[in-house]
């Protein structure tokens, strides 16, 4: 199983679960991480989250919603439209431009029909 | 004067004194009726069924009845006229679902009593203030392995809480759409109407469900077909839990057809192929060399990571120990404990493994990645 987010809070940070060890708590929104490439820049498919029991778990989430595509793909879009998309390309906002985005993503990575309407 | 028969009309003496043409002409004419009834100049073949000609019975008018078991063969049936309302259960079909059996518990063996995945591709909805407990249970199985134990208790939730199988229509099984489909299961509970099955989803479909269990403690097989709309993205396979109980579940399957299928179990290694399509552990063994890598700084090293089984969507992938169930070798093959590990790059194919340590790796030199604990392992899920 995966560090899930099960709700997404106004400050921003996440609710998780890490069910295969009964770890529960929230994320705050700075640690709420886009995955780093190889040369130090961010990558806007994939998201980290490290469970804040302190077990040391970690869950990297594809842009596409990997374990819960509902829960998954909303963690980026809420991300983007707190503070932009690591690309660069979308600023933060609560538009229709970063939900686009995301789905736009989402359709690369994983086709169309994998997009789940919010 | 002579009288005559009723029905052919044969002429009767009546007193002597009609003898004479009674003899000579009556009589004569009547015998010529009667030759004539049994001559081929009158149609009269000695074919009908009162003279032990051939029985011509009415058409429709045959029943299984008159027939002898066993008798019919193959030849006297026409070509590509058996449909598949005619099969019974035991006809062998392809089962549709993944983990029918319940075999497969990647994800430990129980019990999962919240909202989420169970034993593998079944998902548990507990609805309300209804509690479900769901374990791998080996001593109530039907025949062998293990089936899912269930027990609830239920509260607000109206009949509703229910563990599924979910199909996604659009991705997974576009082939199910616009047919007719027939999902079944081995159901016990010792508790009357209690536990049925269902089948809902979208693009219109109406959910439709089976009979209840009837309560008396033995396995029986409930069965709901449906005719899925050919715009439907997805079907849930639910069971549904309607009173408090215990039951146990096992042998599900869903087939083409308006016909139940018996269960037919897989090859474990179909079985558990089917699994990984959605769920992998890899690892889990100490010392165990999990890939090869390369280091590009003295703190920094990736390593690409196959998965076993292509993914249904690109998963999500998950150190449980975090860095400290990994290490990694120096220049002198020495162990080196990671201080932070994640995926990246993934793919349903794959993802690659970033591993970061204090120090002592050699920018250009490989490395080896492995878990230094049975813990350590890396969780592929993806979940359609």
Wanted: proline residues 5%; negative net charge; hydrophobic residues 40%.
């Amino acid at each position: 199983m995966s560090v899930r987010p099960i709700a997404f809070n106004a400050d921003g940070s996440v609710d998780v679960v890490y069910d295969e060890m009964g770890h529960s708590g929230t994320i705050p929104a700075a640690e709420v991480q886009w995955a780093t490439q190889i040369d130090g820049s961010h990558n806007h498919n994939f998201i980290v989250l490290h469970c804040p029991d302190g077990c040391g778990a970690t869950s990297t989430w594809p842009v596409g919603g990997g374990a819960d595509a509902t829960m998954g793909q909303q963690m980026f879009i809420q991300k983007t439209q707190r503070e932009g998309c690591a690309c660069g390309n979308v600023p933060a906002g609560t538009d229709a431009l970063p939900e686009s985005h995301v789905r736009l993503n989402v359709n690369r990575m994983d086709g169309a029909g994998r997009w789940v309407e919010a | 004067m002579s009288g005559s028969t009723t029905e052919l009309n044969l002429s009767t003496a009546v007193d002597a004194d009609d003898n004479a043409d009674y003899l000579t002409i009556n009589l004569a004419n009547s015998l010529r009726t009667l030759d004539g009834l049994f001559n081929n100049v009158t149609g009269h073949t000695h074919g009908g069924a009162h003279q032990g000609g051939p029985v011509a019975p009415a058409a429709g008018s045959i029943t299984s009845g008159m027939i002898a078991d066993g008798t019919i063969v193959a030849a006297d049936i026409a070509n590509a006229t058996i449909t598949n309302a005619k099969l019974a259960s035991d006809t062998a079909r392809a089962n549709l679902l993944t983990n029918g059996g319940f075999e497969i518990w990647q994800r430990g063996t129980g019990p999962f009593t919240a909202s989420g995945w169970g034993p593998d591709r079944y998902y548990l909805s507990i609805v309300g203030t209804d509690t479900l407990s769901v374990s791998r249970d080996a001593a109530n199985a039907l025949v062998s392995g293990y089936c899912a134990a269930c027990t609830f208790v239920l509260g607000t939730g109206g009949g509703t809480s229910n563990i599924a199988q979910p199909l996604k229509l659009a991705t997974e099984q576009p082939n199910v759409r616009g047919r007719t489909v027939t999902f079944s299961m081995s159901v016990k509970c010792g508790t009357a109407n209690a536990v049925r099955l269902g089948v809902s989803g979208d693009g219109g479909l109406v959910s439709v469900f089976s009979a209840f269990h009837v309560g008396d403690s033995q396995y029986a097989t409930l069965s709901v077909s449906v005719a899925v709309p050919a715009s439907a993205t997805f079907i849930n396979l639910n069971v549904l839990f309607a009173a408090s109980c215990t039951a146990y579940l096992d042998n599900a399957m869903l087939v083409v057809g308006s016909v139940a299928a018996d269960y037919a179990p897989l090859h474990p290694a179909d079985d558990l192929a089917r699994c990984l399509r959605y769920y992998e552990t890899i690892g889990g063994t100490n010392g165990e060399y999990l890939v090869t890598g390369q280091a590009y700084a003295a703190t920094n090293a990736l390593a690409p990571l196959r998965f076993t089984t292509r993914k249904a969507v690109t998963p999500t992938v998950t150190f449980p120990t975090g860095p400290g169930g990994f290490q990694c070798y120096g220049a002198g093959a020495s162990p080196i404990t990671l201080t932070a590990i994640s995926g990246g790059g993934i793919t349903p194919a794959g993802t690659q493994i970033s591993a970061t340590v204090a120090s002592g790796l050699v920018a250009g030199n490989a490395t080896l990645i492995f878990p230094n604990t049975s813990l350590g392992t890396v969780v592929v899920e993806a979940n359609p």
